[in-house]
């Protein structure tokens, strides 16, 4: 059998906020304890390639820091985190060529440009040869149903500039791409037609897709997997399916599965074990 990494592999991952310097410190007149917030504690978590995994959690609970150490824009203060096999630490410049970022409220485009002229600039970041470019963005179009991209992107509606954002980030011929909160400035029919795309169309690109949400519905519609973080700790990770088994109720919501996990405030345990249904690693 050949040995296929993870996508995504974290053990003991653990980040912390310390408060900056004030005044009075650099000038040396006070001396004050540094105050720290958790943000990460002690992580493991397995993304396997190829699934649609979903991060759910309250805000606050940590999503966007972790979504920012794999993606190696900021770095943990401990643990061994590892994204398509590489080293978040070691190996930044390996992992940028294989993934992508999509975020909730994307203001880097131009709005002056039309869809098309706007990635045509950012596969030119890329390198691509010409050929490649008109390809992948005809494939990347396709896929998101964007059939107006001779349009100025301020012309757009907020569905349409959030549905360029997911087709920008396969220019790169991504094998991961991340998704922070994809839906959050989105009204109801945008959002479901997102979620409609990333199900039915994505899940099918051979890509991993990781998401982050607090939306439990989101979740449950997108996920093959997913895990609860709460106040920087995974309270629990596995299919729906699952997570229901754990709380002995097939029939059970995925809102009411997380307002158990997130009101108790701990780790769920049996013996001393996070619950992690369908062993990751």
Same mark, same amino acid.
């Given at each position: 059998?050949?040995?296929?990494?993870?996508?995504?592999?974290?053990?003991?991952?653990?980040?912390?906020?310390?408060?900056?310097?004030?005044?009075?410190?650099?000038?040396?007149?006070?001396?004050?304890?540094?105050?720290?917030? /958790?943000?990460?504690?002690?992580?493991?978590?397995? /993304?396997?390639? #190829?699934?649609?995994?979903?991060?759910?959690?309250?805000?606050? &609970?940590?999503?966007?820091?972790?979504?920012?150490?794999?993606?190696?824009?900021?770095?943990?203060?401990?643990?061994?985190?590892?994204?398509?096999?590489?080293?978040? /630490?070691?190996?930044?410049?390996?992992?940028?060529?294989?993934?992508?970022?999509?975020?909730?409220?994307?203001?880097?485009?131009?709005?002056?440009?039309? #869809?098309?002229?706007?990635?045509?600039?950012? &596969?030119?970041?890329?390198?691509?040869?010409?050929?490649?470019? *008109?390809?992948?963005?005809?494939?990347?179009?396709?896929?998101?149903?964007?059939?107006?991209?001779?349009?100025?992107?301020?012309?757009?509606?907020?569905?349409?500039?959030?549905?360029?954002?997911?087709?920008?980030?396969?220019?790169?011929?991504?094998?991961?791409?991340?998704?922070?909160?994809?839906?959050?400035?989105?009204?109801?029919?945008?959002?479901?037609?997102?979620?409609?795309?990333?199900?039915?169309?994505?899940?099918?690109?051979?890509?991993?897709?990781?998401?982050?949400?607090?939306?439990?519905?989101? &979740?449950?519609?997108?996920?093959?997997?997913?895990?609860?973080?709460?106040?920087?700790?995974?309270? &629990?990770? #596995?299919?729906?399916?699952?997570?229901?088994?754990?709380?002995?109720?097939? *029939? /059970?919501?995925?809102?009411?599965?997380?307002?158990?996990?997130?009101?108790?405030? #701990?780790?769920?345990?049996?013996?001393?074990?996070?619950?992690?249904?369908?062993?990751?690693?």
């Amino acid at each position: 059998m050949n040995y296929q990494p993870l996508a995504i592999k974290t053990e003991g991952l653990t980040k912390v906020f310390r408060a900056g310097t004030n005044i009075l410190e650099l000038l040396g007149r006070r001396s004050e304890a540094r105050r720290c917030t /958790v943000a990460l504690d002690d992580i493991d978590l397995g /993304v396997k390639q #190829g699934e649609i995994f979903a991060l759910l959690g309250p805000n606050g &609970a940590g999503k966007t820091t972790l979504i920012k150490i794999l993606c190696s824009l900021i770095l943990p203060d401990a643990g061994d985190v590892r994204v398509m096999g590489f080293d978040v /630490v070691r190996e930044q410049d390996k992992i940028k060529t294989l993934i992508s970022l999509v975020v909730g409220e994307e203001r880097s485009f131009y709005w002056r440009l039309t #869809g098309r002229q706007n990635l045509e600039f950012f &596969a030119s970041l890329y390198n691509l040869t010409a050929a490649e470019t *008109r390809d992948r963005i005809e494939r990347a179009a396709s896929l998101l149903e964007l059939t107006d991209l001779d349009k100025r992107y301020q012309e757009y509606s907020t569905g349409a500039k959030q549905r360029l954002a997911v087709a920008r980030s396969f220019l790169n011929g991504a094998k991961l791409i991340f998704m922070d909160e994809p839906t959050r400035s989105l009204d109801l029919n945008a959002a479901a037609k997102l979620r409609d795309l990333i199900r039915n169309r994505l899940g099918d690109s051979g890509c991993t897709f990781f998401f982050t949400t607090h939306h439990t519905q989101e &979740a449950e519609v997108l996920a093959d997997r997913i895990a609860v973080l709460d106040q920087g700790k995974i309270k &629990a990770c #596995g299919t729906l399916r699952e997570l229901r088994d754990w709380v002995g109720n097939l *029939r /059970v919501s995925l809102e009411e599965i997380f307002q158990k996990l997130t009101q108790s405030r #701990g780790i769920l345990h049996d013996g001393g074990r996070t619950f992690n249904f369908g062993t990751s690693r």
